[in-house]
């Protein structure tokens, strides 16, 4: 059994602390397992898309976390969402993931 998760998020202003333009390029998701170390990229949107649906997730413990890729800059730092336990026998999640400044 599986269940659909959506992964809903919010870019920072794209305004770099000495004033300049910021060009956001992609948003990257990635996901893991409880118990997994290793990270999978799941999406890697553009920055005009704010949610990603995670269709046939099987139950257990997952971890989301979303980085903010700039044209011409380095990768942001991961924000993770809280763990979402899925109970397969309960109904469908919801995670929200958030990234504001």
Avoid: C
């Amino acid at each position: 059994m599986s269940t659909n998760v959506t992964i809903a998020y919010q870019l920072p202003t794209p305004v770099r602390v000495d004033g300049s333009a910021m060009e956001i390029t992609a948003v990257r998701i990635e996901k893991r397992l409880e118990g997994i170390a290793e990270w999978t990229e799941i999406a890697s949107n553009p920055p005009s898309v704010t949610s990603f649906v995670d269709a046939n997730v099987p139950g257990g413990t997952w971890h989301y976390r979303g980085f903010v890729v700039q044209k011409d800059g380095p990768e942001s730092a991961p924000l993770e969402a809280a763990a979402l336990v899925l109970d397969l026998a309960a109904a469908s999640a919801l995670v929200v993931l958030t990234a504001s400044k």
